[in-house]
C-alpha cells in the first residue's frame, strides 16, 4: 500500500495573481509540488485589490505560460490589513509593517485550524516567526531581513528549528551570519517550466505575431522595472552607435514604472516598451529574440546577491543566449558558457557586449546549446522533489 500523499502549505504574503514576478515563482513553485506528488495549499493575502474566490485554474491559467493543469492548488485567501495603498509612498512604512504582521498572524491561525499534520513553507518571517516550534515548518528565504526586529524574529525561528531553505547562495550566507547555527542551508534557485519549451513557437512566426521586422535583431529585457534591475542601464546602452540597428524590447513591469520608462525612452527609435504581458505571451517573445540581457545594478543586495531571476532560468531552456551583469547572485547559476558577464552599471560595456553576441551567431549557438544542459535538470518537479526529499516528505500526512 503506497503512501498517502503529504499535504504542502505553501504560505506568502502576496497578491495571487498580480503583475510582480513574485506571484508568477508562486505558481509554479506551487505546480511544482503538485507534480512531485503532492496536494498543494497556497495562502496569499486578500489585499484590497484582490478579486475573491476566482477559481485556482483562472489564477493560476493568468500566471503560467504554458502547461495545462492549472486546477492542480487549492487557493486560500488571507485576510489582512491593507490600506498601504492609500498613503503616499514616503509614509508607506508603517502600513505596509501592519499589512505583514496582520497577514503573518491570519496565515498561521489558518495553518493551526485547517492543516495540523502539514508541511509548512512559508516565505515570510512573520509566518515562520508565529508557527516556530512546530513541527514540519520551513522557511524559503529570498531576502534576510535588514530591520531589528525582524532578525530577531528571523534568528528565534531558527533557533526554535524552523528548518531553512535560501533562494541563493548569498542569502545563505548571510543566514549563517544571522544565525550561527543555521549552517549548510541548502540553496534551492528559481527554476523552469518543464512545459516551457515545447511551447516555443517558430521564430518567424512569433516575429509576425508580435509585429517585428522578421530581419532585424531583437534584444529582450522580460522582467520587472524596480530600479536596482538596471533596465535604465540597458536604455542609455542602446543609444550607443554599434547597437543603432538593433531593436531593444522591453516586456514587463507595474503600469506606473511602464509609464516612467515610456517617457524616459521618449524620442529613442531603436526601444520600444510593450509593458506587461500576459504570462501566455512570453513563449512569443523568448521565441523572437536574438539576446537577452539582464542588467542588475551592483546594488541593493537584493540585486547582488539574492535574486533568482525567473527571467535567466526561461532565457536558458529557450535557448536565448545571455549578456547579465557580473553579479554574486548571477554568477551562482551562470558561467562563462551560459552568459556573457559586463561590469555591473556600466552601458558602454553591456552595449558593446550585446554586439559582439549579435556578431558571433557561432557563439550564440554555443551559449544556447550549454544553457538548455544547465536546465535540464532545473525543472520545478524536481525542485520540489528535492525539498521535500530534504524536510522528509515521506511523513504520513493525510491526503
Not at 76 to 81: L, Q
Not at 298 to 306: E, G, L, N, T
Request: proline share 6%.
Amino acid at each position: 500500500m503506497s503512501a498517502p500523499s503529504p499535504h504542502v502549505v505553501l504560505v506568502a504574503n502576496a497578491r495571487m495573481p498580480s503583475q510582480r514576478a513574485q506571484s508568477v515563482q508562486l505558481a509554479q513553485a506551487a505546480r511544482g509540488y503538485h507534480r512531485a506528488g503532492a496536494r498543494v495549499t497556497l495562502l496569499h493575502a486578500r489585499r484590497r485589490d484582490t478579486p475573491a474566490g476566482r477559481p485556482a485554474a483562472e489564477v493560476l491559467g493568468a500566471l503560467l505560460s504554458s502547461g495545462a493543469d492549472f486546477d492542480c492548488v487549492e487557493l486560500e485567501a488571507i485576510p489582512c490589513v491593507d490600506w498601504i495603498d492609500l498613503v503616499p509612498r514616503r509614509l508607506q512604512f508603517a502600513p505596509a509593517r501592519a499589512q505583514e504582521w496582520s497577514f503573518g498572524r491570519g496565515a498561521a491561525r489558518w495553518i493551526e485550524r485547517n492543516a495540523p499534520g502539514a508541511l509548512v513553507i512559508a516565505r515570510d518571517v512573520e509566518v515562520a516567526h508565529r508557527l516556530r516550534g512546530r513541527a514540519d515548518v520551513a522557511w524559503e528565504v529570498h531576502r534576510v531581513p535588514g530591520g531589528r526586529l525582524r532578525r530577531r524574529w528571523a534568528a528565534e525561528a531558527l533557533a526554535a528549528g524552523v528548518r531553512p531553505i535560501a533562494i541563493s547562495s548569498g542569502v545563505a550566507e548571510d543566514l549563517a551570519q544571522l544565525q550561527p547555527g543555521a549552517r549548510d542551508v541548502p540553496v534551492e534557485h528559481d527554476a523552469v517550466d518543464q512545459d516551457l519549451a515545447a511551447a516555443l513557437p517558430d521564430r518567424s512566426a512569433a516575429r509576425q505575431q508580435l509585429g517585428l521586422d522578421p530581419e532585424r535583431p531583437v534584444v529582450l529585457y522580460a522582467g520587472g522595472l524596480l530600479r536596482w534591475k538596471g533596465v535604465d542601464v540597458l536604455v542609455d546602452a542602446a543609444r550607443d552607435s554599434r547597437l543603432a540597428g538593433v531593436l531593444v524590447l522591453v516586456v514587463g513591469g507595474m503600469d506606473r514604472d511602464v509609464a516612467a520608462l515610456r517617457a524616459r525612452v521618449a524620442g529613442t527609435s531603436n526601444v520600444r516598451v510593450d509593458g506587461f504581458k500576459p504570462a501566455g505571451s512570453i513563449p512569443l517573445y523568448l521565441a523572437a529574440a536574438d539576446v537577452g540581457v539582464v542588467p542588475n545594478r551592483a546594488a541593493p543586495r537584493i540585486s547582488s546577491h539574492y535574486t533568482s531571476p525567473l527571467k535567466v532560468f526561461e532565457a536558458l531552456a529557450s535557448g536565448l543566449p545571455l549578456v547579465v551583469s557580473d553579479l554574486p547572485s548571477l554568477r551562482d547559476v551562470l558561467d562563462d558558457e551560459t552568459a556573457t558577464f559586463v561590469e555591473a552599471e556600466d552601458d558602454v560595456a553591456l552595449a558593446g557586449a550585446i554586439a559582439a553576441l549579435l556578431d558571433d551567431p557561432g557563439l550564440r549557438a554555443r551559449r544556447a546549446s550549454a544553457g538548455r544542459k544547465r536546465v535540464e535538470r532545473g525543472t520545478w518537479t524536481a525542485r520540489a522533489r528535492r525539498i521535500l526529499d530534504r524536510l522528509g516528505s515521506a511523513q504520513e500526512v493525510p491526503a
